[in-house]
């Protein structure tokens, strides 16, 4: 019980003995892990425990795989075939090869080559494209046939692309450092990992100052620091009280009657300065940062200040700050400063209303704060403004959402102790206290954000308001439904406050939206496409096809075309509009359909051609279209040295194809140009007149002509008519103007109720909490709290479950939509293609036919489409550069393998991920229509849409939050209500038998109901008359 345990804790303090050895054992502690992170962290203790670790992590994971191979071995000679289907299932790189041929595999993003790994050894390092793997090697023979397992522990990732998805690096699991380097040779200052023959496997070469990953220890430096600090003070403390003991009566040291009387101030006060120093200590040793490797908690990324140099570290302020504002909030009514205000002689003093009105400013502050750090906290963190976005597991929405509930929770805090100070005259509070306080706080808080300050100062005057009108009690300090109540009020004014401060903040959003978006298109280029320009254009010079093709005479420019076509512009660049011209060495068109020569053809493009870092590609922009870039590729053709002609390839950007993997794999962010697209209209004019547009908007208005005159408006964003405005000068006469739509007050109301259903689950986890733990009595005893408690809990479970149920739904019915879309789209493509691919196996069509074919059928139902030949290899595939980039290989993926081959499923689908980015990809099966025959396996990967996904969800939860919301809000108040006009019979009646006596005449109730209570009272009514009775018949004898 908690008597108990203050009682042991108030003895334990009183007995210097146990003080003094706790301060010297905590001090020892101290004094070891200090010296233990200064040996820790050297260099050569830090370097001798990475090589420890490292070796046994590996030694250990050789014998596992090693293990698992025997295991294999085994269970082969036992049932005389391999189990594809356990194999699929194993996280391990695993590989059988039957005489130099691959029979089996587990996984199918690396391929180990047979000539790397032929031989006769157990171990061995080898590179391949995607990395560097150390190979773990057993064979075995059966049936007179020769087998190789091979698996692959992989040592380092190496990819051409490092984005959000893929990143380069070495194995983490092995190898817990991003500083280190893998090679084949041995340097001094490197180590070495040697084969239990002691044979040289590889080494890894470790930075020079390297450091050990020793947060930990921060955190156990930092523990035994506080324990000596609150040893320390308990030791103060301790001898202070038995100084006031021994002295307590001598009117020669009045200190000690004067630390007697103020107990609770001098406690605040320790326990500020020791929360600063605690703090002080947390920002020195880097913590938590130097724990939890979170962005959030990152300085590397935002460097703000000193105090508060990430957005983590502003987190752990505000829990800091709330937790001694609780603590305020416990002691408040021992302190000096409450038995001032509140019993005090002369209430109307000077003194008094100054402690009120800065009280008052404090809360006002706060607020302010709460709002000021919302915007703070979506301005860093690029966060979207409505807050329904942000609904997942990421770790910086979750952080960002518990920073501003710990701002909410302080100003509750503060204006709970500000509401105990006003007392219940409110009027004259508002009349003196809160304008004058207001007037104040406004004229400091104007400067910083007028709109902001006014509406704190209105919403907190609600506030205050509503907890005056429902009678909520001033000085009742236990958390009860009274307090549960005014919180609940407290959370939706700071929620609703957060949810403006947002919208004041949506303007200069948009405006910095729509910058970006203007320098994307008219800067930034698209370093993919120009990277896939680049390798075409080298692919294309060393063609001896093609140059052989200029100097035959029978020359046909249109097989030239569709050769550079079908084998080199793969799925994604078939994403633009594409034009392959050729010209002989003179510069004459070759073209059949176009005679203009290579003079005139260039004189068309614009005067000013833009580099890219490829010295054969370029980017120009149209006159027709001023926004989006074009690619030029010119690419001269030699045949034995000599110049034989060119080939000039131009492309321009097409529609973005949403569900496909490929730019998303090969770019660090997924086409955030094209989403922004989606939100604006926009259009070029070239000397006033209109040239190129696009979007919903009527760029023809003659509002469009006022924003265009006005000089003063351009850079900035301009409000009119419901919408936003940009203006950007491109020069020579030519303007760009954005458009896009003010936010909407249904997204405001939507953050005001998703921030305020956050902040009242964690008060409802606190009013729990407190209740189960300290205030369980109060909750058996009290037939209010019971109405009230059981009145929101009935409220509360049909909306989490019908949420719940509705979010289930329209998920799992999207998810089934796109589901079914692909597969009805694989059954189409493999019919389309199954005589396509009949041909080429039967009648030995060309493959570039056939890529040809495939790559019409991807552009056609606009995804990526992959073959895969009856043993499981790559034949053809629309994207081409997925394989080339060493992010998957050239095998289908095994468990897709098993479910077509062997258990003649005909469509398979599965989520499967390269890197951290999860997609869709559906298998099926294609057989030849004449004879039945299976030709082949295809493959369409795709991923959910998730903004289409997230819209969905978001406007359901929308609508369930917002009605569930206002609901709440009048149930809350009408249970509130209801219950104390349902309890007030049972006070009456309380009160009435209190004041019952034998002497005084009792009086009967007047009720008029006939329920429930009715009844008790009538029976309450005759006991009295009996009662009166009984007295007469005394009185009478």
């Not at 051409?160 to 040779?185: A, H, K, V």
């Not at 807050?387 to 959402?401: A, K, Q």
């Not at 203007?518 to 096809?545: C, F, P, T």
Request: net charge positive.
């Amino acid at each position: 019980m908690p008597s108990t345990f203050s009682l042991r804790v108030n003895q334990w303090l009183q007995n210097p003995t146990v003080l003094w050895a706790w301060l010297r054992a905590t001090a020892l502690l101290l004094a070891m892990s200090i010296g233990l992170f200064f040996v820790l962290q050297s260099d050569k203790v830090a370097k001798i425990s990475f090589q420890k670790n490292a070796v046994a992590k590996l030694k250990a994971k050789i014998e596992e795989e090693h293990t698992s191979n025997i295991q294999l071995k085994e269970k082969t000679m036992r049932f005389g075939f391999f189990n594809f289907k356990q194999l699929a299932e194993n996280d391990e790189l695993q590989y059988i090869f039957n005489s130099g041929n691959l029979v089996f595999w587990s996984d199918n993003h690396h391929m180990p080559e047979y000539a790397r790994i032929k031989g006769s050894y157990t171990e061995k390092y080898i590179e391949m494209n995607s990395g560097k793997f150390l190979v773990v090697k057993d064979t075995f023979a059966f049936k007179d046939e020769f087998f190789e397992i091979v698996n692959l522990i992989p040592l380092y990732y190496s990819y051409d692309i490092n984005n959000q998805y893929i990143r380069s690096g070495p194995n983490m699991q092995l190898f817990p450092n991003e500083q280190i380097e893998i090679n084949n040779y041995h340097l001094e200052k490197d180590f070495a990992v040697l084969d239990k023959q002691g044979n040289y496997l590889f080494s890894v070469q470790v930075p020079q100052h390297f450091k050990n990953g020793v947060g930990w220890l921060n955190v156990l430096v930092l523990a035994c620091l506080a324990f000596f600090l609150v040893a320390l003070t308990a030791n103060v403390w301790s001898v202070a009280q038995l100084l006031h003991k021994k002295w307590a009566s001598a009117k020669a040291i009045p200190y000690f009657s004067y630390f007697q009387k103020h107990q609770a101030d001098f406690l605040l006060l320790v326990l500020f300065w020791y929360a600063v120093l605690v703090r002080a200590l947390l920002l020195v040793f880097r913590l938590p940062h130097s724990v939890f490797n979170v962005r959030f908690f990152n300085p590397q990324y935002y460097a703000w200040h000193s105090f508060a140099p990430s957005p983590g570290d502003v987190l752990v302020h505000l829990f800091f700050v709330l937790v001694y504002v609780l603590v305020v909030k416990h002691l408040f009514r021992k302190t000096w400063l409450y038995e001032f205000v509140v019993f005090s002689a002369s209430t109307a003093s000077k003194r008094v209303a100054f402690i009120k009105i800065v009280m008052l400013m404090a809360s006002h502050w706060v607020l302010f704060f709460t709002g000021y750090i919302t915007v703070l906290l979506f301005s860093t963190l690029k966060l979207p403004l409505d807050i329904s976005e942000l609904l997942s597991l990421d770790v910086s929405h979750l952080l960002t959402f518990f920073s501003i509930i710990l701002a909410i929770g302080i100003f509750i805090g503060m204006s709970r102790l500000a509401y105990e100070l006003l007392g219940k005259n409110w009027i004259q509070a508002i009349l003196r206290h809160y304008l004058l306080s207001s007037i104040l706080f406004l004229g400091g808080a104007f400067w910083v954000d007028g709109h902001l300050a006014l509406a704190v100062v209105l919403l907190h005057l609600l506030f205050f308001v509503f907890s005056w009108g429902l009678t909520l009690p001033p000085t009742k300090h236990s958390f009860d439904y009274a307090a549960l109540v005014f919180f609940t009020i407290g959370a939706l004014v700071a929620t609703v406050l957060c949810s403006y401060a947002l919208l004041l903040l949506s303007p200069k959003r948009d405006l910095e939206l729509k910058r970006n978006f203007i320098n994307q298109q008219l800067v930034e280029n698209n370093l993919l496409g120009e990277r896939l320009l680049n390798e075409i254009s080298e692919q294309v010079r060393a063609d001896m096809y093609i140059a052989n093709a200029f100097s035959n005479p029978m020359f046909s420019v249109n097989d030239m075309e569709e050769k550079v076509r079908r084998f080199y512009l793969g799925n994604y660049l078939n994403r633009y509009d594409i034009a392959v011209m050729a010209f002989d060495e003179n510069g004459l068109s070759l073209n059949e359909d176009d005679s203009r020569s290579f003079a005139e053809m260039w004189a068309r493009f614009p005067y000013r051609l833009y580099k890219t870092k490829y010295p054969e590609v370029l980017y120009y922009i149209t006159q027709q279209n001023q926004i989006l870039k074009n690619y030029l590729s010119l690419v001269p053709i030699y045949k034995y040295g000599l110049k034989t002609g060119m080939v000039l390839i131009d492309i321009q950007p097409k529609k973005f194809i949403p569900n496909s993997i490929l730019p998303v794999l090969l770019v660090d962010k997924k086409a955030d140009v094209h989403s922004n697209a989606n939100l604006y209209s926009y259009a070029v004019f070239n000397d006033g007149t209109l040239t190129n547009s696009y979007g919903n908007f009527n760029f023809s208005s003659d509002i469009v002509r006022d924003v265009l005159a006005d000089t003063f408006n351009y850079n900035t964003n301009v409000e009119l008519k419901g919408a936003y405005f940009l203006v950007s000068d491109l020069g020579i006469g030519r303007k760009i103007i954005v458009q896009s739509e003010k936010q909407s007050s249904w997204v405001v109301i939507s953050n005001a109720t998703f921030l305020f259903v956050l902040m009242e689950m964690v008060v409802s986890m606190f009013f729990i909490g407190n209740l189960l733990f300290f205030n369980f009595d109060r909750f058996y005893n009290s037939l209010t709290f019971k109405i009230q408690f059981y009145s929101v809990l009935a409220f509360f479970i049909p909306i989490f479950l019908v949420s719940g149920g509705v979010l289930t739904a329209v998920i799992s019915t999207y998810n089934q939509e796109l589901q079914n879309h692909f597969k009805d789209n694989a059954t189409n493509i493999a019919y389309t293609l199954s005589h396509d691919l009949e041909r080429f196996y039967m009648q030995g069509t060309n493959i570039d036919k056939l890529h040809e074919n495939i790559l019409r059928t991807a552009r056609l139902y606009n995804t990526d489409v992959n073959i895969y030949r009856k043993n499981g290899h790559l034949l053809a595939s629309s994207s081409p550069v997925v394989f080339k980039a060493g992010l998957m290989s050239p095998l289908v993926d095994p468990r897709a393998y098993f479910a077509i081959r062997q258990e003649k499923n005909k469509l398979f689908l599965q989520e499967e991920n390269i890197g951290k980015l999860h997609y869709n990809h559906v298998y099926i099966q294609v057989r030849s229509s004449e004879t039945g025959e299976e030709l082949g396996i295809i493959s369409i990967p795709f991923f959910a849409s998730g903004r289409e996904l997230s819209t969905r969800v978001t406007n359901a939860l929308k609508i369930i939050v917002n009605v569930a919301t206002l609901t709440f809000m009048v149930f809350l108040f009408f249970s509130f209500t209801a219950s104390n006009f349902i309890t007030y019979p049972l006070k009456l009646i309380t009160n009435r038998i209190k004041k019952t006596t034998l002497d005084a005449s009792n009086r009967p109730l007047q009720w008029r109901s006939k329920d429930e209570l009715g009844l008790l009272i009538r029976e309450y009514n005759l006991m009295i008359e009996k009662l009166e009775q009984n007295k007469r018949l005394e009185v009478a004898k």
